[in-house]
């Protein structure tokens, strides 16, 4: 998507981290395999986050990374981002379709043309299953409602540039309310994750977003966007230090979701929604490019934030 600025070329960086055994190559650009040592550093990363927010009472809940097709449908995001989306499909045939299918492979034939979706899409952001599963509890407490997801999460965008994944993990806080509740939870999480990033002894800037919304319409919706900052980002210098990465994101979805999936406030009016999202590879890929490929030497503040006794569960 972005182009590098010249002189640098984001995949010397991927090539550091698969020398360097931090990352496991598979044949396709954007799909690792990760070391001990990185996921090490996403379970501390995954704990601090929990410390940042665990006098909130968020629900916790976890989902596998696919949500329904109906749900995916309903969200809108094939408006914005058809090209991003990966489906899953799956051989539905009889036994002469899966003869079939041998002989194709055998070959080098396509043999894909008989997959069926098996109504599941592969989950683009963390907080995409929480919306219908609040819809379905009813209206909103007046308190509104405060959620605690993490997922991997697919997108199509295959990549040299190793922080832009196909497959990478999200955690995000969701919230559920109104629109007040909603503007002073974003303001929150963005003080907050900047203390956190630089509590890592990592660079940080907060810009506008500017997502890659897909054709014509994609450009309306990416100014709109901008226009009415519905969405920050906290960006790091990582691969490319001239053109920082997005690793968190705050995103305010206006009535979005509301109007969607019918979630109302105690007062009958739509609800709003707005989420934080912790790119968890992004962060980890940022504290080796800045620190170096073995945490054992990080600096003693970084390491202390990180693996620091206060392991208190969250509330
Ligand atoms: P968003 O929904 O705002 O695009 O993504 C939320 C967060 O997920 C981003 O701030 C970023 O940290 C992470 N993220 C988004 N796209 C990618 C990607 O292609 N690769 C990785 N590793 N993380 C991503
Ligand atoms: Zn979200």
């Not at 199509?156 to 503007?183: A, I």
């Not at 073995?294 to 990180?306: F, G, I, K, S």
Request: include cysteine.
């Amino acid at each position: 998507m972005s182009e590098a600025s010249p002189g640098v070329d984001p995949a010397s960086y991927l090539q550091r981290l698969l020398d360097g055994g931090v990352l496991i190559a598979t044949g396709v650009d954007g799909v690792y395999g990760r070391s001990a040592a990185f996921e090490d550093v996403v379970e501390r990363l995954d704990a601090l986050i929990t410390r940042a927010g665990r006098n909130d009472g968020a629900e916790v809940l976890r989902f596998p990374p696919a949500i329904t097709q109906r749900d995916f449908e309903m969200s809108g995001y094939l408006h914005s981002f058809p090209h991003l989306a990966g489906t899953v499909h799956s051989f539905c045939g009889d036994e002469r379709a899966h003869r079939e299918i041998l002989r194709c492979v055998g070959e080098g034939e396509d043999w894909t043309a008989g997959q069926k979706i098996a109504g599941l899409v592969l989950t683009p952001a963390a907080c995409y299953p929480v919306y219908p599963v609040m819809a379905k509890r009813g209206g909103l407490p007046g308190q509104g409602r405060l959620v605690d997801v993490y997922s991997y999460c697919f997108r199509r965008e295959p990549s040299l540039d190793p922080t832009r994944l196909q497959l990478f993990r999200m955690r995000e806080y969701v919230r559920l309310g109104t629109p007040e509740q909603c503007l002073e939870f974003r303001e929150t999480w963005l003080e907050r994750g900047q203390a956190l990033i630089a509590s890592l002894g990592l660079p940080l800037e907060i810009d506008v977003a500017n997502d890659p919304f897909f054709g014509r319409a994609g450009e309306i919706m990416a100014e709109n966007q901008r226009r009415q900052k519905l969405k920050f980002e906290l960006l790091i210098p990582v691969a490319d230090p001239a053109r920082p990465t997005a690793c968190l994101s705050f995103n305010y979805h206006s009535d979005h979701f509301g109007q969607v999936w019918d979630i109302r406030t105690p007062d009958g009016a739509l609800g709003h929604t707005a989420c934080v999202g912790f790119g968890m590879e992004r962060i980890t890929l940022a504290l080796f490019k800045h620190h170096g490929l073995d945490p054992a030497a990080w600096p003693e503040a970084v390491r202390a934030a990180l693996w620091s006794r206060d392991r208190t569960p969250a509330a």
